[in-house]
């Protein structure tokens, strides 16, 4: 199987973002499946200098890799992770709860607060005591890292920094650095940085837009290269903090990207920041004016956008060039690195429908397969439709009275193990209430996991183990292979025209066994099935597939629909399946943003 992950920048030596003679040709090293297995598990890869990097894959793990050579693997008990991060030389990792743990060695100007940074190693996972330690009450909900300083917004909107100050860390002071974190500003509701930005882009809960820390070559956009060591308003920019998408800093130049996909950039030099010219104020990139940009990522003078269509664009510098301008000014005028290009990708990555994810470190970047699954989107607007529900749950206690939830009985008791009897009895029995439950639901729904100081207290009344042991997908791959608790059929007459109706053989049908609430979930044209049944016909337990698709191919159709992924045994014709399906998303009305496309297009890439 082909790898999935490539490597460009600077590895071992001097090594050229693009090949010199030719800029669109990506200088990439494939990574092999001997050096990273199972490429297809992977949500996330960070990096910063040196040629250390930490992969967190779909399973809650979390994998460190040094020079290229796996180190050690790593879990934090009673955690679930929500999201790593990359500084210089160190990580650091958020958890649903709300805590922060750090991977670091030797933290470089307290990049990490830890109190005694000088016993940090790479073996160990530790925990940063200002967060997490209970009575501080000081929950995490986002993180930025830039060069050797670390931001923190906590759940009440408080931003914290701390790290290599000298007026840049944005506490007002000019203090050499912050080992332990010092408060930034309040009222935050995001924040965004560049692993070599050495400043901070804050958008306020009043949808303000603010940046503070070094300003070299006019990266804040103020208009000026003066560093500012308190947040001050970005002008100049006809945006709202909520019309932001992400912003990333570089060490000479910043991107901002909205959620319409436009691009602005800053910069002194314009050699980096994309749009030709000077600029102390952010202004557009043109080259990107009639594409929608979806993803940007700064290295430290790398920068990588990509387009809706799953198109790779990029700018900056050769690493050579960082040791040598005299003679990239050569280059620049012939090759227009100035001015964004477009990257000829490796050819696993060409087919539009196999989604790219990146990220960039100081002077290298990682190219790697997004395969995220679409199913907790479905379970979630199943939830939120509020219809087709089968049971209640009745809260019925001293804070509640006679409080009836509806619920999908199966989805419940697959999640819990237990009967919807046994789970209204606990609940009542600990006083549990309607917001509490709601709580819950969303976890059995799709995985979302807030408040976690009442999700324990119910998973623990429950004697359900927290962290849950399994998410969703893998619940609902288990539920594909239980037989008996399978509650509907699909019916298919293929090969054959369907007569009239009241005039069809019933005998002729093969049968599909699925559970109805998978069909709800994952298919829009079931669910309009459904919608136009009497309420005599609801009552049945059967419907029939018209769309003249083989049996083989309906059946991984539905597979799919549990596993969200495409597997063909050895019996299947690959190019058969991949004719018959290719019209799925619009035929069975899938999700938007479904990953369908990407596993069919794998059945005729890998076989």
């Given amino acids: 199987m082909e790898s999935l992950i490539y490597v460009g920048g600077q590895k071992e030596s001097i090594q050229f973002l693009f090949d010199p003679l030719d800029s669109n040709l990506p200088k990439m090293t494939q990574v092999s499946n001997e050096q990273i297995q199972n490429q297809r598990e992977i949500k996330k890869i960070v990096s910063g200098n040196r040629q250390n990097f930490l992969l967190w894959r779909n399973n809650n793990t979390l994998e460190f890799y040094r020079k ?11 955690e679930i992770v929500k999201g790593i991060y990359s500084g210089y030389t160190t990580y650091l990792i958020l958890t649903e709860s709300g805590n922060v743990f750090s991977l670091s060695e030797k933290a470089a100007y307290h990049e990490v607060p830890l109190d005694d940074p000088e016993n940090s190693t790479f073996d160990e996972i530790r925990p940063i005591p200002f967060f997490n330690e209970e009575e501080n009450n000081r929950k995490v909900q986002s993180i930025a890292m830039s060069g050797w300083s670390s931001y923190y917004v906590c759940k009440d909107g408080t931003m914290y920094g701390n790290g290599f100050n000298k007026g840049r860390l944005g506490d007002g002071t000019k203090n050499a650095h912050q080992s332990k974190p010092v408060i930034i500003y309040k009222s935050v509701s ?61 060490c000479e130049h910043t991107v901002i990207l909205t959620n319409e ?42 920068t990588l956008a990509l387009t809706s269509q799953n198109e790779l664009y990029g700018w900056g510098f050769s690493t050579e060039e960082f040791y040598s301008r005299n003679e990239f000014k050569t ?5 227009k690195w100035i001015l964004p290009i477009k990257i000829n ?5 060409q087919n539009n429908s196999l989604p790219l994810n990146f990220s960039c470190a100081t002077r290298k970047y990682f190219l790697y397969m997004d395969l995220n699954s679409c199913v907790k989107e479905d379970f979630r607007n199943l939830f939120e439709s509020k219809k087709y529900y089968d049971s209640i749950i009745s ?24 009967k919807i009897d046994q789970i209204q009895k606990v609940l009542n029995e600990n006083n549990i209430n309607t917001e ?34 399994n998410g969703l997908e893998k619940d609902l791959s288990r539920l594909f292979n239980d037989e008996d608790s399978k509650d509907f059929k699909i019916l298919i007459k293929e090969d054959e025209e369907y007569e009239e109706e009241g005039e069809e053989d019933e005998e002729a049908f093969e049968e599909i066994p699925v559970h109805k609430i998978i069909l709800l979930a994952r298919s829009g044209l079931f669910r309009e099935m459904f919608e136009n049944l009497n309420e005599k016909e609801k009552k049945i337990n059967q419907i029939k597939d018209y769309s003249g698709k083989s049996f083989e191919s309906l059946e991984l159709l539905i597979k799919y629909f549990y596993t969200d992924k495409i597997e063909l045994t050895a019996d299947d014709d690959p190019e058969l399946i991949f004719e018959e399906l290719n019209d799925s998303i619009e035929y069975y009305l899938l999700n938007k943003n479904s990953n369908f496309n990407t596993e069919l297009n794998k059945c005729k890439t890998f076989n």
């Fill in 68 to 78: 290229g050579k796996p180190m050690k693997q790593f879990s934090i008990k009673n």
């Fill in 436 to 469: 509490e439950l709601k709580l819950f639901l969303k976890w059995i729904y799709f995985d979302e996991i807030n408040n976690s100081n009442a999700l324990k207290k119910i998973f623990n009344f429950l004697n359900l183990s927290y962290p849950p042991e």
């Fill in 395 to 418: 809260l019925s206690n001293e804070k509640e009275s006679n409080n009836e939830i509806k619920i999908h009985k199966m989805l419940v008791e697959l999640r819990t193990k237990l």
């Fill in 261 to 302: 996909g436009k691009t602005f950039s800053t910069g002194q030099s314009s050699d980096y920041n994309g749009t030709g010219t000077s600029a102390l104020y952010f202004n557009e990139i043109s080259a990107f004016k009639d594409k929608k940009i979806i993803k940007i990522d700064t290295g430290t003078f790398i």
């Fill in 345 to 349: 990708l490796p050819q696993v990555f």
């Fill in 331 to 335: 280059k620049q005028k012939n090759g």
């Fill in 190 to 250: 995001r924040i965004f940085s560049g692993v070599q930005g050495y400043c901070v882009f804050i958008i306020t809960t009043d949808d303000n837009i603010l940046g503070c820390g070094s300003n070299r070559c006019g990266r804040l956009g103020i208009g000026n290269t003066k560093d500012c060591s308190s947040p001050i308003n970005v002008p100049k920019l006809d945006l709202k903090g909520s019309d932001i998408l992400d912003i990333s800093c570089a």
